[in-house]
């Protein structure tokens, strides 16, 4: 249940949320007479090797970013986009913080508010507070207006961030149901460096050759159910692979790769990609 009355429903004990440390649920008895900044970099991402990714964010993702599906906590899979080869690095995020590809994924552009779902599932406005950024004067952007209502640009974010969360759902449900079908499978990307293979694990990939092997019924279940499209989308963007290796190199100071050879992707020839039938 989404809950749109935040700042009221806060002053309920029995409505709170349990937030993590420097995460601010925002409410008019929290950030009365304070204001927030925006971040100016995206240094705050500079450890994500993948981000999740709504349903409503597979297309622009795909065509500039490589897409896989990850397990998480729970075991269940996300669509999320690959930023880097190793634990904790994200060659998208440059040495002064500036983020180099054409698409940014949503929960980024959103940062520093978060969703926080409570005991009663209901969603409550936070903000990150990790960087110092509220400020306890009247200097930078308001959180709510004299009327104790949020301000419009705080209701757009909220409005934002519901979406998406919705949008995670809608993958996550579409991921379950590929993976019944048997379509995901593990990608693994091997590459060189310095004459030494490195293997990143963890990511997963749609197998082609077993949609060709979906009977009639089951395609046109995908396809009513989104799926169909999200699978493509997913195999289309493992070409942008080649650029996060171009990022990675230039992360490490080598201007033509020097020592870095091809991408390995993990897939035979049975199950390559065919566009073919489309």
Same mark, same amino acid.
């Given at each position: 249940?989404?809950?749109?009355?935040?700042?009221?429903?806060?002053? %309920? #004990?029995?409505?709170?949320?349990?937030?993590?440390?420097?995460?601010?649920?925002?409410? $008019?008895?929290?950030?009365? !007479?304070?204001?927030?900044?925006?971040?100016?970099? &995206?240094?705050?991402?500079?450890? %994500?090797?993948?981000?999740?990714?709504?349903?409503?964010?597979?297309?622009?993702?795909?065509?500039?970013?490589?897409?896989? &599906?990850?397990?998480?906590?729970?075991?269940?899979?996300?669509?999320?986009?690959?930023?880097?080869?190793? $634990?904790? #690095?994200?060659?998208?995020?440059?040495? =002064?913080?500036?983020?180099?590809?054409?698409?940014?994924?949503?929960?980024?552009?959103?940062?520093?508010?978060?969703?926080?779902?409570?005991?009663?599932?209901?969603?409550?406005?936070? &903000?990150?507070?990790?960087?110092?950024?509220?400020?306890? =004067?009247?200097?930078? #952007?308001?959180?709510?207006? =004299?009327?104790?209502?949020?301000?419009?640009?705080?209701?757009?974010?909220? =409005? !934002?961030?519901?979406?998406?969360?919705?949008?995670?759902?809608?993958?996550?449900?579409?991921?379950?149901?590929?993976?019944?079908?048997?379509?995901?499978?593990?990608?693994?990307?091997?590459?060189?460096?310095?004459?030494?293979?490195?293997?990143?694990?963890?990511?997963?990939?749609?197998?082609?050759?077993?949609?060709?092997?979906?009977?009639?019924?089951?395609?046109?279940?995908?396809?009513?159910?989104?799926?169909?499209?999200?699978?493509?989308?997913?195999?289309?963007?493992?070409?942008?692979?080649?650029?996060?290796?171009?990022?990675?190199?230039?992360?490490?100071?080598?201007?033509?790769?020097?020592?870095?050879?091809?991408?390995?992707?993990?897939?035979?020839?049975?199950?390559?990609?065919?566009?073919?039938?489309?």
């Amino acid at each position: 249940m989404i809950k749109t009355g935040i700042y009221k429903a806060m002053s %309920d #004990e029995n409505n709170q949320a349990e937030t993590p440390t420097g995460i601010i649920p925002i409410a $008019p008895e929290t950030v009365t !007479g304070k204001t927030w900044s925006k971040i100016g970099s &995206f240094w705050f991402a500079a450890a %994500d090797t993948a981000c999740e990714l709504s349903l409503s964010e597979a297309s622009k993702a795909a065509a500039n970013l490589p897409m896989a &599906f990850m397990r998480n906590d729970k075991g269940d899979f996300t669509l999320v986009s690959v930023q880097g080869f190793q $634990p904790q #690095e994200n060659v998208l995020v440059s040495a =002064d913080g500036q983020w180099h590809s054409n698409y940014v994924p949503a929960n980024y552009r959103f940062h520093p508010f978060v969703l926080v779902q409570n005991e009663q599932d209901q969603l409550i406005l936070c &903000f990150n507070n990790s960087h110092n950024q509220i400020k306890e =004067d009247s200097s930078a #952007e308001p959180f709510f207006s =004299d009327q104790n209502e949020l301000s419009p640009l705080i209701k757009q974010v909220f =409005d !934002g961030l519901v979406e998406r969360w919705n949008g995670l759902k809608q993958a996550q449900s579409i991921a379950k149901l590929l993976d019944e079908l048997g379509l995901i499978v593990p990608w693994d990307i091997t590459m060189e460096i310095q004459g030494e293979g490195v293997r990143v694990q963890g990511f997963y990939r749609i197998n082609e050759q077993k949609i060709a092997e979906l009977s009639a019924n089951q395609l046109v279940n995908l396809r009513d159910k989104g799926g169909l499209a999200l699978a493509y989308c997913q195999m289309i963007s493992m070409n942008h692979l080649s650029y996060l290796k171009r990022m990675k190199a230039e992360m490490a100071g080598s201007e033509n790769a020097a020592g870095i050879t091809d991408l390995k992707l993990g897939a035979s020839n049975d199950d390559s990609l065919n566009f073919d039938n489309l």
